[in-house]
């Protein structure tokens, strides 16, 4: 009887805080009025009458692959913007998809799933632009998303490398001479 006092005491002292404090308490510094990626202040609070909308980077929110397929590259595709791409490419795909483009990153080697050839018809033609805007945003079932990595522009820049540059350009892999 003693010990079945002493372990609902117990019991209770272990339950105590799940009851008492909202559970789960591991993302509770998550769940509080702050403006998480990809939203925009509008959450938080509404813009000062008469504001103007400032130039600069902007969020975009990007729902679905649906949504993406209709999104038009803003960006021409210029040497800059292209050298821009490159550059991005170079950081953030090309372990995986290969200083090739062909998926034989030495990280995309690694992988059950390999990453799919960007150099193929499919990506370089019959895709719209937005669904390569829209994977890189969303990623995919073993890629990651680069929402957080990388600006709107920089993943369009990143598109006209892929379209206008990966697939005629002699691949060079970063470090290596
Ligand atoms: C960790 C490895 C990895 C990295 C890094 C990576 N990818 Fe991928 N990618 C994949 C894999 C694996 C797939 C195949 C499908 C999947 O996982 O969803 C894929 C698929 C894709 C597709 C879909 C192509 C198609 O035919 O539908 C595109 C576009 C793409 N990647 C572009 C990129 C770009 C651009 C970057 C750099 C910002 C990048 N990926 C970085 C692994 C990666």
């Known amino acids: 009887m003693m010990c079945l006092k002493n372990c609902v005491a117990a019991m209770a002292l272990v339950i105590a805080p799940a009851v008492s404090f909202a559970w789960p308490w591991n993302n509770d510094m998550a769940n509080q009025i702050s403006v998480k990626p990809q939203e925009g202040p509008e959450a938080v609070r509404q ?3 008469h504001s103007v909308p400032a130039a600069g980077t902007r969020t975009v929110r990007v729902a679905d692959m649906d949504a993406a397929n209709k999104m038009v590259n803003p960006n021409r595709a210029t040497p800059a913007s292209i050298a821009n791409g490159k550059r991005m490419y170079q950081i953030y795909c090309e372990t995986c998809h290969g200083a090739s483009g062909q998926g ?3 990280v ?6 390999k990453p799919y050839d960007l150099t193929a018809d499919k990506v ?8 390569i805007f829209g994977y890189v945003t969303l990623g995919g079932a073993i ?4 929402a957080n990595d990388l600006y709107p522009s920089e993943r369009w ?7 206008h540059a990966l ?7 970063v470090g290596v001479k």
């Open 157 to 163: 820049d990143l598109i006209n490398y892929i379209r």
């Open 143 to 146: 890629m990651p998303s680069y």
């Open 124 to 131: 370089q033609k019959e895709l719209p632009e937005g669904y």
């Open 104 to 106: 034989d990153g030495p």
């Open 167 to 173: 697939k005629s350009e002699k691949p060079v892999a």
């Open 108 to 113: 995309g080697a690694k992988l059950v799933l």
């Open 47 to 49: 813009y000062p009458q």
